[in-house]
């Protein structure tokens, strides 16, 4: 069974850069599934940050994509968040998902457990 | 961007209810939605996709329905571990959106 894991800093000043990895266990990344990361703020809004599959080319929400880099690391089964010029408003509990798509329809059926980052100086 | 707009934002209901969630998308998405459930401190379940296709796993006492616009979660015989906040989400287009969620409350 997917388990997914997220980690990074839990603390990040503002105007630095936001740098999350989630860990993918017991299935491979490069199988056919989408890989996202979503995000929600304190006042529990969740906010779809973007996805890629391993083959294709990254969807990021056009309201963070001047900001926002996706990478995979396929020798360690783990992708990445990039999130420059941070600012409070960045603030969140930030999930991965996994993505799938059943005749057309997407959805995200796994997800981490969150971790949550602070933007503060 | 698909706005999703749940209603209500919260309800009071007790063990053995049926309880009803709706959500209006901002433009026709056909059935391209999602709900989720989140407990305090966990990360969304995925419940139903499709608007009405039960997640496997997801006990039948959850439903969906709806189409275009409009779209309705059900819960039959509410148990005390459904007692938690509700989301729907569009998957019609990137970005994909969510609704502002609902919380069921025990009255």
């Known amino acids: 069974q997917v388990q997914l894991q997220e980690s990074g800093p839990g603390l990040v000043k503002p105007s630095e850069t936001l740098s999350l990895t989630c860990a993918v266990s017991?299935?491979?990344?490069?199988?056919?599934?989408?890989w996202s990361w979503v995000r929600q703020f304190p006042g529990e809004g969740l906010e779809w940050i973007g996805e890629?599959?391993?083959?294709?080319?990254?969807n990021y929400n056009p309201s963070l994509k001047s900001r926002v880099t996706v990478s995979v690391d396929r020798a360690k089964n783990q992708f990445s968040l990039n999130l420059t010029s941070v600012t409070a408003a960045d603030t969140a509990v930030y999930y991965c998902?996994?993505?799938?798509?059943?005749?057309?329809?997407?959805?995200?059926?796994?997800w981490g457990k969150g971790t949550t980052v602070t933007v503060s100086s | 961007d698909i706005q999703m707009t749940q209603s209500p934002s919260s309800l009071s209901a007790s063990v053995g209810d049926r309880v009803t969630i709706t959500c209006r998308a901002s433009?026709?998405?056909?059935?391209?939605v999602n709900w989720y459930q989140q407990k305090p401190g966990k990360a969304p379940k995925l419940l139903i996709f499709?608007?009405?296709t039960l997640q496997s796993g997801v006990p039948s006492r959850f439903s969906g329905s709806g189409f275009g616009t409009d779209f309705t979660l059900t819960i039959n015989s509410l148990p005390p571990e459904d007692f938690a906040t509700y989301y729907c989400?569009?998957?019609?287009?990137?970005?994909?959106?969510f609704g502002q969620g609902t919380k069921v409350e025990i009255k």
């Open positions: 998902a996994r993505g799938r798509y059943k005749d057309f329809f997407h959805y995200m059926d796994v």
């Open positions: 017991g299935g491979s990344i490069s199988s056919d599934y989408w």
């Open positions: 890629f599959f391993h083959t294709g080319t990254p």
């Open positions: 433009q026709n998405i056909n059935n391209y």
């Open positions: 499709a608007a009405s």
């Open positions: 989400q569009q998957s019609y287009m990137t970005p994909y959106t």
